[in-house]
């Protein structure tokens, strides 16, 4: 049995970039909020841990410390804030959201008028021979242990993929004192050709292109290997990584490591969006499903998402579209004020440049399309259920015509993660096969709980 529901006018999900913006601003007219955080403190992924930083300035980097104040002015406004709160279910009716909560080992029932999804997003899952040894891990949840707790590696990793993020934590590691052995990016180095297709957006994205050629720089100072247009990528050994193969310029390479750290971009965290039945489409240069949002960041009846969560864009668009989302939500429910509107306006002309410079980003850091085709039968694509791409190849000659039925054929993203992982490739690889687009395909049907919980923990209510 459901405990008894507490009510909210507003609840906003994720203490990121985004959230933090929209019950900052939300606070500032006097509303007070109900917030949801999975962490201990206010931040998100990319601020993690900056109100008791565990590493210096000179280590992390400006746009880390940039986030001091946005966490300040989110601490000190009257706002109901629940860190080590997950949301493990959702449910849209006439009177708004209803949400399952969990927090402190105890299950909530919320019911929430206007609901604002900040949750941000997660590291692409992208399959190759080997990702499931012990030793192969990504490269944000090493940055995480960074940021949390000043950990670094024991002997120098190798950094592998594409994506600001692989420089970033390349070069974070170089400042620690712990350069990367070698850095392999599956962009090829003729990406650079697309400033100068481009020039409109290389001028808005001028800063993010200064900052990485000045990351690259100090690396290949400091003597770092890079190599550009990686083909493909395993990692090898018995009980965990011992080495790596990779083909540069049409030759296998070996390299040894005792850690391979990887990056494929990031997507939309999908669950809770998905599990609210929200429209989602293909991005097409994102390469990823993104929810549809109008103009105001609405996504449904009384539902706003606002941050990576609805397309990546950065945390300062993130933080743009907080407030944005924030807006509209005071608007929908009659509060809002026409003096308001030049503020919305600023805010929107800002985030059209953040989002137009974002797709040269886009096109620099491109995944290839055929990756998946080009690996191995015996690669996993589903490491949670142990699932081969040869093993979902045989049920779709079988029949398999969808990701759910694959699902309930191979089990493929049953396991823990839920589907986050493989998703995404299954949608990929139906859509190859069967010459559908990824918007035909689909994605998974999510159901709750979208995050563990045990049945103790169900059966526990306040």
Request: charged letters at 20%.
């Amino acid at each position: 049995m459901m405990p008894e529901s507490r009510n909210t006018d507003i609840a906003i999900i994720g203490a990121g970039p985004a959230g933090m913006a929209a019950a900052v601003r939300l606070a500032k007219v006097g509303h007070r909020p109900v917030v949801f955080d999975m962490n201990a403190t206010p931040g998100g992924q990319i601020y993690r841990q900056l109100s008791e930083p565990q590493v210096s300035e000179a280590v992390m980097g400006k746009d880390y410390a940039r986030g001091r104040e946005l966490i300040e002015a989110f601490t000190h406004a009257d706002t109901d804030y629940r860190p080590g709160s997950r949301v493990w279910w959702a449910d849209n009716d006439a009177s708004g959201t209803s949400l399952g909560v969990l927090e402190k080992g105890q299950t909530q029932h919320w019911q929430a008028r206007q609901l604002i999804l900040a949750g941000g997003a997660m590291e692409r899952g992208w399959p190759f021979r080997g990702w499931q040894l012990p030793g192969v891990m990504n490269a944000g949840a090493a940055q995480i242990l960074l940021k949390q707790g000043a950990l670094v590696p024991a002997t120098p990793p190798v950094l592998a993929g594409t994506g600001p993020l692989l420089y970033l934590l390349a070069w974070q590691y170089l400042r620690a004192g712990i350069p990367p052995s070698l850095i392999l990016d599956t962009a090829p180095a003729t990406r650079y050709g697309e400033v100068a297709r481009q020039s409109r957006r290389a001028w808005f994205a001028r800063s993010y292109l200064l900052k990485g050629a000045r990351m690259i720089g100090a690396l290949k100072r400091a003597g770092v290997p890079i190599h550009q247009g990686i083909t493909a990528l395993e990692a090898r050994g018995d009980e965990t990584v011992e080495s790596i193969g990779y083909r540069h310029r049409r030759q296998w390479k070996t390299h040894s490591t005792e850690l391979l750290l990887t990056h494929f971009g990031v997507t939309p965290e999908p669950q809770l969006a998905r599990s609210l039945g929200l429209t989602h489409d293909w991005h097409a240069s994102q390469q990823t499903f993104v929810p549809r949002r109008d103009d105001n960041l609405a996504a449904g009846a009384n539902v706003w998402i606002a941050g990576d969560g609805g397309g990546i864009g950065g945390a300062i668009n993130a933080e743009r579209e907080g407030q944005l989302a924030a807006l509209a939500v005071l608007d929908k429910i009659g509060q809002g004020d026409p003096e308001w509107q030049r503020e919305q306006h600023a805010l929107l002309k800002a985030r059209r440049r953040d989002l137009e410079a974002r797709r040269l980003l886009e096109s620099m850091f491109r995944l290839p399309e055929a990756w998946l085709d080009d690996q191995p039968e015996e690669t996993l694509v589903c490491r949670c259920e142990s699932v081969s791409r040869g093993e979902l190849e045989l049920a779709i000659a079988q029949g398999g015509a969808g990701p759910n039925q694959l699902k309930a054929f191979t089990r493929c993203g049953m396991g823990p993660c839920q589907g986050r992982q493989c998703g995404e490739s299954v949608t990929r690889l139906l859509a190859q096969r069967l010459d559908w687009t990824p918007d035909a395909v689909g994605y998974y049907h999510v159901r709750p709980p979208v995050h563990s919980i045990t049945l103790g923990e169900l059966a526990t209510k306040e």
